[in-house]
């Protein structure tokens, strides 16, 4: 079996207000660019309205499709260039427009594309994708995105509630929520739009990241049981050096994976490889420098009953 790293003995735990300053200056930095630069741009399916993907046989006059969707009474859609000179998608979600949609999800769409034959020609073009959304199930989507979000929340701290101590629950429910902040900030400030497979990246990297703490946690409850008269410093820092191969060889393999669909895949997925390879970074950091810290941090301010008692434990963190 391939072994890597395996039996270091890295003072992690040392850097732990270092990490602090840079994640909250970071989240701070996410804060920041949301009050002075605006809020975040949502998809088709968070705002209602049409996105329809064109490729053009030959490379069109931007200025001319934006005057023909005018004419035609679609105002303020957004044309975007992607791949090459020839692909354009095109966005249309003003108010007008996605009301439209609620008389039938095509007929933005059917106008758009007829608007372009029109002015192009039939053979001029090939229409890739189109993604209609009525004002009423833009709605009901950004409901759902929400309670899935809270539903995931809820799971995990029921999990956590039966799966360990109160301490550990806390500690790991605390580093997910640090995630999240991160995740989001680093959405905002790659200016992502918010859709549902960045939802859904979202909620990946909450339970990636758990999984994480988790086995560390796991780790530090078994040497809590074998090495009773050892300072908890010393436990973290053993515990998070013992699980490092493991999570080099998962991180590595993950990331690998999460880089190929952001430099091969399309514009589709990239948003969603985008925040995973981020997740992975900020999961596996919090693992160790949120999560860890925090547990010492209880542990010193709540000292376990029976070793209070008997000072078997220095629980006591170092400087």
Do not use: C
């Amino acid at each position: 079996m391939l072994r890597i790293l395996h039996g270091t003995s890295i003072d992690f735990i040392k850097y732990w207000r270092t990490a602090a300053v840079l994640t909250i200056a970071f989240i701070l930095l996410g804060v920041g660019s949301a009050l002075f630069k605006g809020g975040f741009p949502y998809s088709i399916e968070f705002t209602g309205g049409t996105l329809m993907q064109v490729e053009f046989t030959a490379p069109p006059d931007v200025a001319k499709i934006r005057s023909s969707l005018d004419a035609a009474g679609i105002t303020g859609a957004e044309i975007t260039s992607f791949g090459s000179n020839r692909e354009y998608t095109i966005r249309a979600q003003e108010a007008a427009q996605v009301e439209e949609q609620a008389a039938g999800a095509e007929k933005v769409a059917n106008k758009i594309e007829a608007t372009l034959r029109q002015a192009f020609g039939d053979n001029s073009f090939k229409v890739g994708r189109v993604e209609s959304v009525g004002p009423r199930v833009g709605g009901e989507l950004r409901r759902g995105a929400v309670l899935a979000i809270l539903i995931s929340f809820l799971v995990t701290l029921a999990y956590l509630a039966w799966r360990f101590e109160w301490r550990f629950g806390l500690a790991a429910v605390l580093a997910t929520a640090h995630d999240i902040l991160t995740t989001i900030a680093f959405i905002k400030l790659l200016h992502l739009e918010i859709s549902l497979t960045v939802i859904a990246a979202i909620l990946t990297v909450i339970g990636y990241s758990l999984n994480d703490t988790i086995i560390i946690f796991d780790r530090v409850r078994e040497n809590l049981h074998k090495n009773r008269k050892m300072p908890f410093y010393d436990l973290l820092n053993i515990s998070v050096n013992e699980t490092l191969p493991r999570s080099i060889l998962t991180h590595a393999t993950t990331l690998a994976a999460t880089l190929s669909l952001l430099v091969l895949a399309g514009e589709v997925i990239r948003p969603f490889a985008w925040v995973m390879s981020f997740g992975i970074f900020t999961g596996t950091f919090s693992s160790i420098y949120v999560a860890s810290p925090i547990l010492m941090w209880v542990e010193n301010k709540y000292p376990r009953k029976n070793e209070a008692r008997s000072g078997t434990r220095a629980v006591a963190a170092r400087p």
